[in-house]
């Protein structure tokens, strides 16, 4: 095969690569699509560059100088976009700085001789030198993904490949012999270029995924946590009004094979606490009622603020009986709430109703009746304390007081 016409092939061929990259860019917004893409662009005008110098010979110092820069350049990015994987960054001006050397070589390297011959093996030995650099940045990254595996393949044997150039050109130097396959090279390398160019289209294409998983997790978190505080009562982590009808929607026709009972409560003078002693103290005493009420109930149990100062829970598989004999528990636990700011514990009574339920689609009817059930038990319990404070006083009057009575 004539060597202009295998250089128009892998001409061709690194531009595909170039324009595929380009139309990549339009979408991944990755610094090592960037650098790539560069890269290859690059890399086609030093193609386009060496065609012109064998078909304009009294320009091709020129040219060839052109060629190599481009050529060091194409190295050079590749390199900075294996090594941008890690974090996404772009190059510090030092490290850009690098590439002043390779500006030298190229402009000096066409005058150590007029035959491109005797000086590929030197530009071969630099290429060489990119390519083991970049696979060794990229090998660094540590990615393990099947793209990223392609792309060490290629930069290895593109490695192998310009040492064996390195070492040929070289020997030709000294000896005089021929190898029929060299007039292919243009194609080997077009070969493993698109090798390399589908490694990075696919760890592109990777780290895009990648990226959108991270993004969908975080989206997915962040739902969750809205749907919490939805959810659940911020003043005392309980659920609300609006988690019961969505527990009730969940459950659907399976409500219908569940029983169990359910108990509201209601705090005991929590206007008077909140007039008294403040709101503030009156949110630590909401809130040591819904741990009490946890205390007594299973772990399986829904906790539910329905009000102000009104809550109800849900015991699947419970009956109320039972259940209202765990609530002796809660009284002793309340007997004495510990306030901080009042530096003394305080009393908090809570009236409380347990009705049994034969599915979940009772429910409601089932909280209207347990709430009648706590008020009935309120009712009672203030008519104990007004009892209870008129016979402090009788005891307390005078004797002729008693007898008019």
């Not at 690569?17 to 790539?36: D, E, G, M, Q």
């Not at 290859?40 to 065609?51: G, M, P, Q, V």
């Not at 190229?106 to 630099?126: C, E, R, T, Y």
Request: net charge neutral.
């Amino acid at each position: 095969m004539d060597s202009k016409i295998g250089l128009i092939i892998q001409l061709a061929g690194v531009s595909l690569i170039t324009l595929l990259t380009l139309f990549l860019r339009r979408s991944i917004n990755v610094v090592a699509l960037k650098h790539w893409t560069n890269s290859w662009l690059f890399l086609s005008f030093a193609l386009f560059c060496l065609r012109l110098a064998f078909s304009y010979e009294q320009y091709s110092v020129q040219l060839f100088s052109i060629y190599f820069l481009t050529e060091y350049i194409f190295g050079f990015l590749l390199v900075a976009g294996c090594r941008s994987l890690t974090g996404n960054v772009e190059m510090r001006i030092r490290q850009e700085l690098f590439i002043f050397p390779f500006i030298l070589v190229a402009f000096g390297l066409p005058f150590l001789g007029d035959d491109l011959n005797l000086i590929f093996n030197v530009h071969s030995l630099i290429l060489a030198g990119f390519f083991a650099i970049a696979f060794i940045a990229l090998w660094r990254v540590k990615l393990g993904t099947f793209g990223w595996k392609v792309m060490l393949i290629a930069l290895a044997l593109l490695t192998i490949d310009f040492v064996q150039y390195f070492a040929i050109f070289t020997a030709r130097q000294y000896w005089a012999f021929d190898f029929d396959y060299l007039q292919y090279t243009a194609v080997v390398d077009l070969t493993l270029q698109i090798l390399l160019g589908f490694g990075m289209v696919i760890v592109l294409l990777e780290q895009v995924l990648t990226d959108a998983k991270i993004a969908n997790e975080k989206l997915k978190a962040a739902h969750q946590k809205l749907e919490e505080l939805a959810h659940v009562d911020p003043l005392t982590t309980a659920l609300n009004r609006h988690a019961f009808h969505g527990y009730l929607k969940r459950q659907g026709a399976d409500g219908d094979s569940v029983s169990g009972c359910l108990g509201f409560f209601d705090i005991d003078n929590l206007k008077t606490i909140n007039d008294v002693h403040g709101h503030a103290v009156g949110d630590i005493v909401i809130r040591a009622v819904v741990r009490a009420i946890r205390e007594v109930v299973r772990g399986e149990d829904l906790v539910f603020r329905w009000g102000g100062d009104e809550f109800f829970v849900i015991m699947i598989g419970f009956d109320a009986a039972t259940a209202n004999e765990r609530m002796k528990r809660m009284e002793l636990l309340l007997s004495a709430v510990k306030i901080e700011s009042l530096g003394y514990p305080i009393k908090v009574g809570v009236s409380h109703a347990f009705e049994d339920f034969a599915s979940l689609a009772d429910l409601e009817s089932t909280i209207k009746a347990a709430d009648e059930g706590m008020y009935r038990q309120k009712q009672l319990r203030k008519g104990r304390i007004q009892a209870n404070h008129l016979l402090l006083e009788d005891r307390s009057a005078p004797v002729g007081v008693l007898v008019g009575r």
